[in-house]
């Protein structure tokens, strides 16, 4: 493992500022381990959550299943939604562990009223869910298409999961950004856990979203895909109201 490189404190010459340097860099190469074991961990958590399932119903199929046939749907039944939550949950991690390799970004000049009319078209049918949508005004942005696709499916996502009243999509130009805002009047997120909810697999209420399927892992997954198309992503919210998601994202005609 890495050790500590120890220097007299009182030479303020430049092997002590090397020697500093390099501590800096152990700490950081430590705190991405850490993560990483963290990560692993809780990657590995939540695999066997649904392979316990899954393993307890294929035993009792095998031990019961000739002889007690009424055990059948129900035993299909759940090891197939496990089967579905862990092939979700692979697909995720894969998504975040190919961040280099397959995220190539493909800048196109693009005109967010189209982008957002044609998700919202198809959102409307996956979800059965009344969304809104309102142009403040034409905005023309700089993204990458597909990405800006996948974003704006993880914050809808999110908007349906936590609220039941209808959903509205915003876009506007402030700050001399392109914003497209997703808002919901759902359940929203505590002040307190805010700033936690963009860390993997964080979930505000784990026994709720188990429920409706949640991993903790859109929203990092989410700020991820903004960071590499050069946008920012924000949340605000309100406990018991709502919350509203926005996409920052540079306008076509700026520099
Ligand atoms: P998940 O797949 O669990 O939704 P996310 O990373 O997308 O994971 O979100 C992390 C947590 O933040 C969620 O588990 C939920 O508790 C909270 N959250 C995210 N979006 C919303 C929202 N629109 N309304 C209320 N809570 C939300």
């Given amino acids: 493992q890495y050790k500590r490189i120890e220097l007299p404190k009182q030479s303020k010459d430049e092997l002590y500022q090397m020697g500093e340097t390099f501590n800096e860099m ?7 381990y850490e ?20 393993e307890s119903y294929a035993n009792l199929l095998k031990r019961r299943g000739k002889t007690a046939p009424e055990l059948f749907d129900e035993s299909v039944e759940a090891i197939h939604s496990e089967a579905i939550r862990m092939k979700e949950l692979t697909q995720q991690l894969l998504l975040l562990a190919k961040h280099d390799e397959q995220w190539k970004i493909t800048m196109e000049i693009i005109s967010l009223k189209g982008l957002a009319e044609e998700s919202i078209r198809s959102f409307r049918t996956a979800f059965h869910r009344e969304i809104d949508l ?9 993204a990458d298409v597909q990405k ?11 908007a349906h999961k936590y609220s039941d009243a209808p959903i509205t999509v915003k876009v506007l130009v402030e700050n001399n950004r392109g914003v ?15 700033s936690k909810v963009f860390d993997r697999f964080y ?13 903790g892992l859109g929203l990092s997954l989410a700020r991820e895909i903004a960071e590499a198309m ?14 509203s998601a926005q996409i920052w994202l540079k306008l076509a005609d700026s520099h």
């Fill in 203 to 215: 979930r505000v209420d784990k026994a709720r979203t188990r429920k409706s399927g949640g991993f």
């Fill in 134 to 142: 309102v142009i403040e005004q034409p905005v023309v942005v700089k």
């Fill in 26 to 32: 152990i700490r950081q190469l430590k705190l991405n």
């Fill in 148 to 158: 800006l696709k996948q974003l704006i499916y993880i914050l809808m996502e999110n």
């Fill in 230 to 243: 050069n946008a920012e992503l924000s949340l605000e919210s309100v406990e018991g109201q709502g919350t």
């Fill in 180 to 194: 497209l805002e997703i808002i919901d009047r759902g359940i929203g997120i505590p002040a307190s856990e805010i």
């Fill in 35 to 54: 993560k990483q074991e963290q990560f692993v961990s809780n990657a590995s958590h939540e695999l066997k959550t649904p392979l316990t399932v899954i």
